[in-house]
């Protein structure tokens, strides 16, 4: 995985109190749930703030291990389009890709492409979530040189099943 801060050495300084204005945002389960979109809002700044969100298609060992992951791509996918939509009901504008089944390898990706000054992961709670349970925001904040936030989304019911 690439080494942020080597990559943006020579990258112009922002002024310390600036908000950061390229968000990556890696969600799967949460990717419509209100809790991210109140995040969202939050930053969001006309015609300053770009939204990128990373979907990683998650799948099961079994199925991995039998190299099936059209089903897992089409849930991403549908995931995706069904967060595209509904912030765009709330005047969000964002840009959304299918991401590799491991989290940290979907943000490297995505970040290989979409350069971030901050990354946002929403996850389920803590009881719930397997990406808490393997550390992936201290991991991602190690890793990749960049402001990491965490919400705590709730999982909509109608892709819960």
């Known amino acids: 995985m690439p080494d942020r801060t080597s990559r943006n050495a020579h990258a112009p300084l922002k002024a310390a109190t600036s908000e950061p204005t390229r968000v990556l945002i890696v969600a799967n389960q949460t990717a419509t749930s209100p809790e991210l979109i109140t995040a969202l809002r939050q930053r969001t700044r006309p015609g300053v703030v770009h939204f990128h969100l990373v979907v990683p298609a998650l799948n099961s060992r079994l199925r991995h291990w039998l190299s099936d ?89 109608s892709l819960a099943a």
């Not at 940290?104 to 971030?116: H, N, Q, V, Y």
């Not at 803590?126 to 705590?152: C, K, M, Y």
Request: proline share 4%; hydrophobic share 40%.
């Open 69 to 157: 992951s059209d089903r897992a791509v089409q849930i991403a996918h549908d995931r995706g389009q069904d967060a595209r939509s509904k912030m765009a009901d709330y005047g969000i504008s964002v840009s959304v890709e299918i991401g590799d089944s491991v989290p940290m390898l979907a943000i490297a990706d995505a970040l290989s492409r979409f350069d971030a000054d901050e990354i946002l992961i929403s996850t389920l709670p803590t009881q719930r979530s397997h990406w808490l349970e393997r550390d992936l925001i201290n991991q991602s904040r190690r890793h990749f040189g960049l402001p990491v936030a965490h919400v705590i989304g709730a999982e909509p019911t």
